[in-house]
Antibody, heavy 115, light 112 residues
Framework: EVQLVESGGGLVQPGGSLKLSCAAS????????MHWVRQAAGKGLEWVGR??????????AYAASVKGRFTISRDDSKNTAYLELNSLRSEDTAVYYC??????WGQGTLVTVSS | DIVMTQSPDSLAVSLGERAIINCKSS????????????LAWYQQKPGQPPKLLIY???TRESGIPDRFSGSGSGTDFTLTISGLQAEDVAVYYC????????FGQGTRVEIK
């Protein structure tokens, strides 16, 4: 059974930082491109970024709204992907999902940016 | 970036009737080398992650009822729910995974 479990969300002040984790099991994690997608309350889905596999040099790409502030990484030995969020703003408040492809989604972790 | 535009933003359909959601991409998302449209449809209910219904524009995910169907190619796509059931009340999203990822703004389906 495929499982993606996000963790690390919480309340953080504007300008602060947070690191989210996505623990994967049940599929070939090391060969997969991993994505992060977020959803603000009552809003639609917004792609945050992705990291490719080792064959593709772990190449990353980001949405313009987070480029330079967020960093995606992975540890294939732990079957885990990460999303580091820096210089957080109120508009970054959202549920953050990791995804291993259209058919693999986690349950999400809530990040709230507020003073 | 490829922009995905859904229509309508919301619709109300009587139980047992047909619901049709359209999705238009700003660029072609048909990959010529494998003749596949990199388009998926999701259903999302409150407090839940998106649930994959359709991929490659028209392939139903395992376990999805056959009242859900997808069609289209290139830049224009449609999700059809034939015979709406009460449990189909949700927000539906189209999603292109041809290059990076982008999503439509969502279509809310309700019971009339």
């Amino acid at each position: 059974e495929v499982q993606l479990v996000e963790s690390g969300g919480g309340l953080v002040q504007p300008g602060g930082s947070l690191k989210l984790s996505c623990a994967a099991s049940g599929f070939a994690f090391s060969g997969s491109t991993m994505h992060w997608v977020r959803q603000a309350a009552g809003k639609g889905l917004e792609w945050v970024g992705r990291i490719r596999n080792k064959t593709n040099n772990y190449a990353t790409a980001y949405a313009a709204s987070v480029k330079g502030r967020f960093t995606i990484s992975r540890d294939d030995s732990k079957n885990t992907a990460y999303l580091e969020l820096n210089s957080l703003r109120s508009e970054d408040t959202a549920v953050y999902y990791c995804s291993g492809g259209p058919d693999y989604w986690g349950q999400g972790t809530l990040v709230t940016v507020s003073s | 970036d490829i922009v995905m535009t859904q229509s309508p933003d919301s619709l109300a359909v009587s139980l047992g009737e047909r619901a049709i959601i359209n999705c238009k991409s700003s660029q072609n998302i048909l990959y010529s080398s494998n003749n596949k449209n990199y388009l998926a449809w999701y259903q999302q209910k409150p407090g839940q992650p998106p649930k994959l219904l359709i991929y490659w524009a028209s392939t139903r995910e395992s376990g999805i009822p056959d009242r859900f169907s997808g069609s289209g190619s290139g830049t224009d796509f449609t999700l059809t729910i034939s015979g709406l059931q009460a449990e189909d009340v949700a927000v539906y999203y189209c999603h292109q995974f041809y290059t990076s990822w982008t999503f439509g703004q969502g279509t809310r389906v309700e019971i009339k």
